[in-house]
């Protein structure tokens, strides 16, 4: 059964919800766990137990062999390595342990290609029974290397594309060659045994930037005949001060259409054409004075939501540091609307030294999540005015470090696969 068609809890005795098993198990729905629930206008809102590690980043390298402008290796000055068999090991060992295996995502702030061990890694991830994925830039995706991970079990191959021109795409990936690209990728693509929806997967992720956007649609359609059948579009993250100038969002982080309150008129829409007769009309609804929900959903719902807790994800570094997400592997400097704002890499623990499990279910990482999940931080992408929102030290609520008001994944604007 799909997880899209509707099944059924029970009430017990005593008015108690019961799960069925396979669902109770698949959400790390345990008994004694904790687990959130919001009250909407029609019904309730399960949200997944904090302390489920469910899907896993895991970093082979933060080494790359392109220099494009959008990364955050502009703005560092980091130890660079490949992850040693030893920690990987410790990967494996404590991902064998849980039940049922987290998803692994293979990928981090470096080309997981550049790894000499990359399809070993694929194929141990894969033996454990667990959903494995990896983004690439697909400048080393050889004929062989394709081969090599289709037979190693991968389920989604992520490749990032900026562009639909040598020209525009050169100009954000610096060093690459998009012919190539797309010949490996499809070279990639005709390796996969026929089938209806053939496996692995191909995706596309898409750096929005105003240098790029008019590019969208094309790369679309480059991605649909490379084979693709997911595509992500994030917006870019400005790490220096010329990345300032590119945002797509100065004004959705304030706009009220994004943003759901009673204190603000609410604009439900149906399913309609668009076309030359609704265009105009719609484009002066989006930049009106009001929310809008589309068919019931509200555009400003990824608001104050973690997408790492949400998704009980986590993320390991190449040398073996754990991490609730991957906005905090690493100190970095971005800017958030046009100050610059200082974000201080939190790691829980190093696998070398502990186990996973244990690292991850310490007292002091699951009680961030659950603060996380409540998102009870002061609102800096809205208001951004005071010192206290240069940095993730702490905010004007209270909160101490880690505090993720700033945090521009939380509001949808960031987004990785």
């Known amino acids: 059964m799909s997880m899209g068609q509707g099944r059924y809890a029970r009430a017990d005795g005593a008015g108690r919800l019961v799960l069925l098993p396979d669902i109770a198990a698949r959400y ?5 766990v904790r687990v959130r629930v919001d009250e909407g206008v029609n019904g309730l809102r399960v949200r997944r137990p904090v302390s489920q590690l469910a899907k896993l980043y895991v970093e082979p390298t933060n080494l790359c062999n392109l220099d494009c402008r959008t990364c955050i290796r502009n703005v560092w000055d980091e130890p660079l390595g490949l992850m040693p068999d030893a920690v ?4 494996v060992e404590g991902l064998r342990a849980l039940s049922p295996p987290p998803a692994v995502f293979f990928g981090g702030f470096g080309e997981p290609l550049f790894h000499p061990k990359i399809v070993e890694m694929v194929a141990q991830a894969k033996s454990l029974g667990a959903w494995v994925e990896l983004i690439t830039n697909g400048t080393r995706l050889t004929a062989e290397l394709a081969r090599e ?6 389920d989604v191959l992520w490749v990032s594309i900026d562009g ?4 525009s795409y050169a100009d954000v990936r610096l060093g690459a060659a998009l012919p190539q690209v797309i010949e490996n990728v499809i070279h990639f693509r005709d390796a996969r045994v026929p089938a209806h929806r053939p496996t692995p997967e191909i995706g596309i992720v898409f750096v929005a ?3 790029n956007i008019a590019e969208l649609p094309a790369v679309l359609r480059l991605g649909q005949r490379m084979g693709a059948s997911r595509f992500l579009v994030t917006n870019v993250l400005p790490y220096t001060d010329a990345l300032r100038d590119e945002v797509l969002y100065d004004r959705a982080l304030s706009d009220i259409f994004y943003l759901p309150s009673i ?5 439900s829409l149906p399913k309609m054409d668009r076309n030359e007769t609704t265009r105009e009309s719609l484009y002066q609804v989006m930049g009106g004075s009001v929310n809008v929900s589309w068919v019931g959903a509200n555009l400003g719902g ?3 939501r973690c997408p790492f807790v949400e998704n009980g994800s986590g993320a390991i570094g190449w040398d073996g540091r754990l991490s609730p997400c991957l906005p905090l592997l690493y100190s970095h400097t971005s800017f958030l609307v046009d100050r610059p704002r200082f974000a201080r890499r939190w790691i829980i623990g190093n696998v070398l030294e502990r186990d996973l499990d244990d690292v991850w279910n310490t007292p002091e990482h699951l009680a961030f999540r659950e603060r996380v999940q409540a998102f009870d931080f002061s ?5 951004g005015g005071c010192d206290l929102a240069q940095a993730n030290e702490e905010d004007c609520l209270g909160n101490s470090f880690p505090t993720c008001g700033g945090c521009l994944w939380a509001q949808g604007v960031i987004q990785c696969p």
Do not use: Q, S, Y
Request: hydrophobic content about 45%.
């Open 28 to 32: 790390g729905i345990k008994p004694g």
């Open 88 to 91: 990987f090991a410790r990967v």
């Open 149 to 154: 991970l289709i037979a190693a079990g991968l």
């Open 164 to 167: 639909a021109t040598p020209e």
């Open 209 to 211: 930037m105003k240098r």
């Open 263 to 267: 204190w603000v008129p609410h604009l």
């Open 302 to 304: 990824a608001n104050d």
């Open 379 to 383: 609102p800096c992408t809205f208001c």
